[in-house]
């Protein structure tokens, strides 16, 4: 198993930054594909970006698309997503993922990740 813990949410003006970190512990981090997920209140959880077990490959939700960046370090076992130009409709609750079996990079469904964080709270103040 993969346990997963986020960290770095917290409260920013619009076109503000923030840095979430995803530290990741049991079996072997590298060898893991990862995503950020997100859940605005009273809407369903949905994908935000995605990386390959070696770093070199990423995906992005089209909402996102050149503002956020989602990178990792292996060696740190911890995978980030650094969010510039902060959107009110940013507001969410931020999960990372790790990828399970059947995952692809351009995989946007819940179904392809198996382990998951408690999140972290990201708010974004007009």
């Known amino acids: 198993q993969v346990q997963l813990v986020e960290s770095g949410g917290g409260l920013v003006q619009a076109g503000g930054s923030l840095k979430l970190s995803c530290a990741a512990s049991?079996?072997?981090?590298?060898?893991?594909?990862m995503g950020w997920f997100r859940q605005a209140p009273a809407k369903d959880r949905v994908f935000v970006a995605a990386?390959?077990?070696?770093?070199?490959?990423?995906y992005y939700a089209d909402s996102v698309k050149g503002r956020f960046t989602i990178s990792r370090d292996n060696a740190k076992n911890t995978v980030y997503l650094q969010m510039n130009s902060l959107k009110p409709e940013d507001t969410a609750v931020y999960y990372c993922a790790a990828g399970g079996v059947g995952w692809q990079l351009t995989t946007t469904t819940r179904g392809a990740y198996s382990y998951w964080g408690q999140g972290t709270q990201v708010t974004v103040s007009s």
């Open positions: 990386i390959s077990w070696s770093g070199y490959n990423t």
């Open positions: 049991g079996r072997t981090f590298s060898s893991y594909p």
